[in-house]
């Protein structure tokens, strides 16, 4: 199995650091890279192509110094946001074109093969003579999956490769890439800055920020247990909900809410806390067993089809999103009560933002 | 503010050997906000471009408030209209381009200052007045040009194409928002396109869910999630979509795989029928209802997806976080009862069905 190994790896510009002292191993299969727009996935996925060269840190692929690899010897494919591919050439040249640009170029059967096979996979055989203009947007992507994989390179890399489709469509080449790649031995490093991908995929992931590693696992186990503040919103969507809170006493207090709370690491004196709740774990109905009660007013509830998100200010002024199960209306100013269960809480530093506690498994709220 | 009424509209752009849009009857009523949806090529904005004037329909009559404006221009027919990209005067302050929609109305000095300090406020543009847009970001730029569209109080009707695509995903939320409080206070008559369902179902009091030149139901987002009356609407609405399977139906009574599990509420169905659950109304079960090899279980935090096999169909159900069950083994689900659905050789729904349980009978 190969691997992809980062070391240390750090990128500067104008002494602007846009990766910094980055350490991972990558294996075959989907690795996804998960975080904000600008958090350097891109460049990350550039250092590994070999178009920008790290300013220190190595990158080695099963132990060779990608460095000393010309970019063209290089066995990687890049697949972008934007779907690029040769408008004059057919979808078969399209998918056969770094065929050609191999070493040893394959016979003309190898590649009318390869090219099938390819092009079977992504459901793009009844489209091999046209053009790519002539089909819709997902299929021109396909087009360009399909270039990525035709060569088996040993690294592919996919650069939010879905975020300019219509979300119907993701849903599908989602499930398409992950057993298209499951039975390859490439190792896939596929980047995003949407959590329901990654929780999706659930695989190896990383979560990046502001250019450095803040947490690696697999993406159930971040969503769990993250690190850090930053490592808890990236891996959740709508964003893990923060309220500013005192831990005192045995009591924990925010807004004029106070509940009965201790945890591990919460004894002694007065604790300054940032109380994490995601949104799918506060409920509208008094649930049976012993909960927290708040009132908030809705701001507005966005409605996605299979559930709606009701946005909502507490008397504090902070704001907060309840997720609940299927489309309900809510008028604008609606004053609401709201619940959810203590076990159900994560803490952070409210100083360092690091995680202080985490949910209690089983919550019972589910 | 006014109704906008559709009669028989319908559009060719190729002299009728393809239609863009099919014939549509229908009536946008006052003061209520409308949706256009659907994937790209679906119709939707060449309906919007038919309602704004920008194209006159090849078929059928436009009305607006009563009046036959079928054949008038968009600047007879008091409308507003905000784009995809912003559409602004970059000569102009923020302010002014503001102005400039009550200007060419004449309107006292007053009335323009009260109305734009209120609009600016509520887009919560209010400290850019002095700016010209292109000192501005993309997307607070577009802001500008929905307070463009927005700022007169006298139009019949605000048409939006798409206006939130440049908009950063994190503020999405804040300025629907905000476009529904404007909604609210001004009693515009809205419509609004987008192939985005949470913009459509979020915006909307009525939401026109179009493919391929169909109007394929019209309805609350509730409507469109408890009650689809079409295939599309069942795999458009809800992420993931609806589930399809075949089953024998023998005088209503439907098998899967030679097990009986539900009956439709209309008498007389025979033979294969095309059937639909959404994945949060299949439910586990209990031994008796159907039995499933389950393929695969993705947890997603605070719900699971399970992939289900049966007789060569694959389907997904949402659970709780707190289900489990064997990968590879057996597991029994059910459905909730009216929430399956059978659909005719044109998608459209004929009937509902109601599990049958072989250890409940």
Request: charge should be negative; glycine fraction near 8%.
């Amino acid at each position: 199995m190969p691997k992809l190994v980062l070391e240390n790896v750090r990128y500067t510009q104008d002494s602007e650091e846009f990766i910094y002292d980055f350490s991972a191993e990558f294996n075959s299969g989907i690795n996804l890279l998960i975080g904000p727009t600008t958090a350097g996935k891109t460049t990350l996925m550039r250092l590994i192509a070999g178009l920008m060269t790290p300013t220190s840190g190595s990158i080695t692929l099963d132990g060779a110094d990608l460095k000393k690899v010309p970019v063209r010897d290089r066995s990687v494919a890049f697949v972008y946001q934007q779907f690029i591919n040769y408008p004059s050439l057919s979808v078969f040249q399209n998918i056969a074109s770094p065929l050609l640009a191999t070493k040893k170029k394959p016979s003309k059967q190898e590649i009318k093969a390869r090219v099938e096979e390819v092009a079977e996979l992504l459901g793009l055989t009844p489209f091999l003579k046209r053009k790519p203009s002539e089909l819709s947007g997902g299929q021109q992507q396909r087009v360009a999956i399909a270039r990525a994989l035709s060569r088996k390179a040993d690294i592919v890399l996919l650069d939010e490769p879905l975020a300019n489709l219509d979300y119907k469509l993701r849903e599908q080449l989602r499930s398409e890439l992950q057993s298209i790649f499951s039975n390859d031995s490439s190792i896939v490093i596929y980047s995003t800055a949407e959590p329901s991908e990654a929780l999706d995929f659930a695989t190896d992931s990383f979560v990046i920020n502001e250019g450095a590693l803040l947490q690696s696992g697999k993406a159930l186990s971040i969503y769990q247990k993250p690190v850090s503040i930053a490592a808890a919103v990236a891996m959740s969507d709508p964003p893990i909900n923060l309220l500013n809170s005192k831990i005192e006493g045995g009591n924990a207090y925010f807004g004029k809410t106070s509940f009965k709370f201790e945890r591990a690491g919460t004894a002694g004196s007065a604790k300054e806390v940032i109380l994490g709740i995601q949104p799918g774990k506060i409920v509208l109905e008094k649930p049976a067993h012993s909960s927290v009660s708040f009132s908030c007013q809705v701001i507005l509830a966005e409605l996605t089809g299979s559930s709606t998100f009701v946005h909502v200010t507490i008397d504090s002024g902070e704001q907060l999103v309840i997720e609940i199960e299927g489309s309900k209306s809510f008028d604008l100013d609606e004053k609401l009560t709201a619940y959810f269960d203590p076990d159900d809480l994560y803490g952070f530093d409210s100083e360092t933002s690091t995680a202080v506690f985490f949910p209690i498994g089983g919550g019972r709220n589910g | 503010m006014a109704d906008i009424r559709l009669e028989g509209i319908a559009h060719s752009y190729d002299g009728g050997k393809t239609y863009a849009v099919r014939p549509i009857t229908m009536t946008w009523e006052d003061g209520k906000a409308y949706a256009l949806l659907g994937p790209s090529g679906c119709g939707k904005t060449t309906l919007l471009n038919i309602a704004s004037g920008l194209l006159k329909p090849s078929e059928g009559r436009i009305f607006i408030d009563g009046k036959d404006v079928t054949d008038l221009p968009t600047d007879q027919r008091n409308i507003a209209q905000v784009f995809q990209f912003p559409v602004l005067y970059d000569t102009m302050t923020v302010r002014k381009n503001l102005e400039f929609p009550l200007k060419n109305r004449k309107l006292s000095r007053e009335e323009i200052t009260k109305r734009v300090t209120e609009i600016s406020a509520l887009l919560g543009i209010d400290d850019k007045l002095d700016i010209k847009p292109s000192k501005l970001r993309s997307d607070l730029q577009q802001i500008v040009s929905l307070g463009r569209g927005l700022v007169r109080s006298d139009v019949a009707a605000i048409l939006f194409d798409e206006p939130l695509t440049v908009i950063d995903q994190n503020f999405k939320w804040t300025l629907r928002n905000r476009l529904k409080r404007l909604q609210l206070s001004t009693g515009a008559t809205v419509v609004y396109v987008t192939h985005d369902q949470t913009e459509a179902l979020t915006f909307a009091d009525e939401v026109l869910v179009m493919d391929q030149g169909n109007l394929v139901q019209v309805g609350t987002s509730e409507k469109l999630f408890l009650e689809p009356e079409h295939e599309f609407v069942g795999y458009f609405i809800g992420s993931p979509g609806m589930n399809f399977f075949e089953v024998e139906a023998s005088s209503s009574v439907l098998s899967l795989n030679g097990e009986q599990i539900g009956s439709a509420n209309k008498p007389g169905l025979d033979g294969t029928l095309r059937l639909g659950v959404r994945p949060e109304f299949l439910v586990p079960g209990a031994k008796g209802d159907i039995e499933f090899n389950v393929e695969r279980i993705e947890d997603r935090g605070v719900y699971k997806l399970v992939h289900l096999t049966k007789a060569g169909f694959q389907l997904i159900a949402k659970v709780d976080e707190n289900y489990s069950a064997t990968v590879g083994g057996l597991a029994h689900f059910t459905f909730a009862p009216d929430r399956a659905f059978v659909f005719d050789g044109n998608k459209k729904v004929i009937a509902t069905v109601s599990p049958m349980s072989k250890a409940r009978n």
